[in-house]
């Protein structure tokens, strides 16, 4: 059984529309969740990290949360070209562990002008 | 800082070869991660290092595998002898414990195992 399952894809938007990624988790003890960006035939670069429920916002990004049904998401608003990319959810180790992240299987995103 | 390094970045090998990628952390950063990167299998852990020290290493497929960290600079992943499945993208990443648990990531190291 997978651990972090994140929305089929892959995911097809217009330029200007938002994108909603989505991705859950089985692991309860998880304190953190990430977001990251890779672009074809490159490494995985860091968008957002976030650790509490609710939502958190860095420019066009919104991630959210949602602990009590292990969700957590992330939004892109006024989509561009640019933002066409693989987009990896990881949730970080529970319990007093720290350094190992899970990494979910990634959903292909395309923004057409 | 110049970030993750990796060498080489591409590897072209035959079967029954042995393959020793190399990884420089970032200097500072107290974990390093090795992974693998299949269209099938995405982004899997295999060790991951701890001052030096391997703390988890249930990723790793078999016993042709095997990761060494002989000081806070420098790391190996070698496969001994390799195999076309083994054909994937290799990364390393880094981190500190002094701060997040973001993990900063080489460029890879494109490995086919022919």
């Known amino acids: 059984q997978k651990e972090v399952e994140q929305n089929s894809g892959p995911l097809s938007v217009p330029e200007g529309a938002i994108a909603s990624l989505n991705c859950t988790y089985s692991d309860r003890g998880s304190q953190s969740f990430f977001w990251y960006r890779q672009y074809s035939g490159k490494s995985p670069e860091l968008i957002m990290f976030i650790y509490s429920n609710g939502d958190k916002e860095d420019g066009r990004f919104t991630a959210q949360l949602n602990k009590a049904s292990q969700y957590v998401s992330l939004l892109i608003r006024d989509s561009q070209p640019s933002d066409s990319a693989t987009y990896l959810c990881?949730?970080?180790?529970?319990?007093?562990?720290?350094?190992?992240?899970?990494f979910g299987q990634g959903t292909i995103l395309t923004v057409h002008p | 800082d110049a970030g993750v390094i990796q060498s080489p970045r591409h590897e072209v090998t035959e079967m029954g070869q042995e393959v020793t990628l190399r990884c420089k952390p970032i200097?500072?950063?107290?974990?390093l991660f090795w992974y693998r990167q299949t269209m099938m299998r995405g982004l899997e852990l295999l060790i991951y290092f701890n001052n030096n020290v391997p703390i988890d290493d249930s990723g790793m497929p078999e016993d042709r595998f095997s990761a060494k960290m002989p000081n806070a600079s420098f790391s190996t992943l070698k496969i001994q002898p390799s195999e076309p499945r083994d054909s994937a993208v290799y990364f390393c990443?880094?981190?500190?414990?002094?701060?997040?648990?973001?993990?900063?990531f080489g460029p890879g190291t494109r490995l086919l195992v022919l």
């Open positions: 990881a949730q970080g180790p529970g319990g007093t562990s720290y350094g190992k992240l899970t």
């Open positions: 200097s500072g950063h107290d974990y």
């Open positions: 990443a880094s981190n500190s414990d002094r701060g997040s648990e973001t993990q900063y």
